[in-house]
């Protein structure tokens, strides 16, 4: 069977933009290869889409919590920060799980809650595992909504094994998604320099790579 053919940009003031933050969680923290920079990626993320977009929902899973710990503190701190000071539309839906894909149908129900039945969703996906979680999360919203568009960003996605990610990031791909990195996704949804809000996007991403060059850990492969 041949792979799934997308749409392949981001682009439409009418779509809906969901961001899957998943499981990044503190547990998590000194096993998944780069997972500073999975953390750094959401957050940037969770941060700029309300600056270049008027529609916006957050969905972020958390697996077995109890332990596994909550979602990492800056993570939570770019939603608060984005609900309090961006003028977009910010749904905001964080949720506990044992079922390894994000995906179930609560969460679609609440995602056209949020808008018109007839909105279109672009999907963009981070977090971890790569190989399990967001991998499940992927095929279930790519058979369950073909219509979407699903993008993976493969600079805030890892696992505890380099190799698992490398064979999940293809495997998605294959499917259908289409890879991209966090950078890539704000401008690409700005779309041009005069957007009133590309100074600030600016300021944020320089100030993303910045302190990415301090941390410690490697940047991620791109597959």
């Given at each position: ?126 977090g971890l595992e790569a190989h399990v979680c967001v991998l499940q999360t992927v095929l279930d919203i790519l058979r369950d909504r073909p219509s ?76």
């Amino acid at each position: 069977m041949s792979a799934r053919t997308p749409r392949a940009r981001l682009s439409g003031a009418d779509a809906v933009r969901v961001l899957w933050v998943c499981d990044v969680q503190e547990k998590f923290a000194g096993a998944v290869k780069s997972f500073d920079r999975v953390a750094l990626g959401a957050s940037t993320l969770v941060r700029g889409l309300p600056m270049v977009h008027d529609k916006n929902v957050f969905m972020v899973s958390e697996q077995v919590p109890d332990k596994l710990g909550p979602t990492v503190e800056p993570i939570k701190r770019a939603m608060v920060d984005a609900k309090e000071n961006e003028s977009a539309d910010v749904f905001t839906r964080v949720y506990a799980k044992t079922r390894f894909s994000m995906w179930k149908s609560d969460n679609e129900a609440f995602l056209r809650g949020c808008y018109d039945q007839d909105v279109r969703f672009q999907h963009v996906i981070v977090g971890l595992e790569a190989h399990v979680c967001v991998l499940q999360t992927v095929l279930d919203i790519l058979r369950d909504r073909p219509s979407d568009d699903v993008f993976v960003c493969v600079d805030a996605v890892s696992s505890i094994r380099l190799e698992d990610r490398a064979v999940a990031l293809r495997r998605m791909e294959r499917a259908g998604a289409i890879l991209t990195c966090t950078e890539s996704v704000l401008f690409e949804v700005m779309e041009d320099a005069t957007h009133p809000r590309f100074r600030d996007v600016s300021k944020l991403v320089r100030e993303a790579a910045r302190f990415a060059s301090q941390l410690t850990s490697s940047p991620l492969p791109s597959i």
